[in-house]
């Protein structure tokens, strides 16, 4: 018989901090705050947007941000985490789900709900993004997928 922690009882595997990093991430784009969104990422870290743009390496997710902030007023985002795994004690997935509010609004636009994924890495004791990824939630076809997700979403306000 084995004495060997589980992986729930194993503090290595504890989700605090990647959660943690998801809600900086969702606070520094509210805030509209380009470098301390950057600064969560890797080195070499990449971002993919809801439009597609594959953003690289903590100066290019900076800049592209700013110019981002700098060219309209952005939504806020509302974020719900729905799960955390782990590949190894050092590599966690965030799977979580977006929605966001519209400048000078008060509810969710359901156009602009999102499925989000966060790979992070924890190097030196500090865990960074290697790879978050802004997917639209669609569901093409299926309006009951998306109403649902939107309820969902609606319910983080």
Wanted: glycine share 8%.
């Amino acid at each position: 018989m084995s004495s060997k922690p589980s992986r729930a009882q194993d503090p290595r595997y504890d989700e605090t901090e990647v959660r943690a990093l998801y809600r900086q991430i969702l606070s520094a784009w509210n805030r509209r705050n380009a470098d301390a969104m950057a600064e969560l990422f890797d080195v070499d870290g990449v971002a993919i947007g809801f439009d597609g743009s594959e953003l690289e390496g903590r100066e290019g997710i900076a800049a592209a941000h700013r110019k981002i902030f700098e060219d309209h007023p952005t939504g806020a985002f509302v974020g719900k985490m729905r799960t955390v795994r782990f590949l190894c004690p050092e590599v966690g997935v965030l799977n979580a789900v977006a929605g966001m509010v519209p400048p000078g609004q008060a509810d969710i636009d359901p156009r602009l709900n999102a499925v989000q994924t966060v790979v992070a890495v924890k190097r030196d004791n500090q865990w960074r993004v290697a790879l978050f990824q802004n997917t639209p939630a669609q569901y093409h076809g299926r309006p009951e997928q998306a109403g649902l997700l939107n309820d969902e979403l609606r319910k983080q306000l």
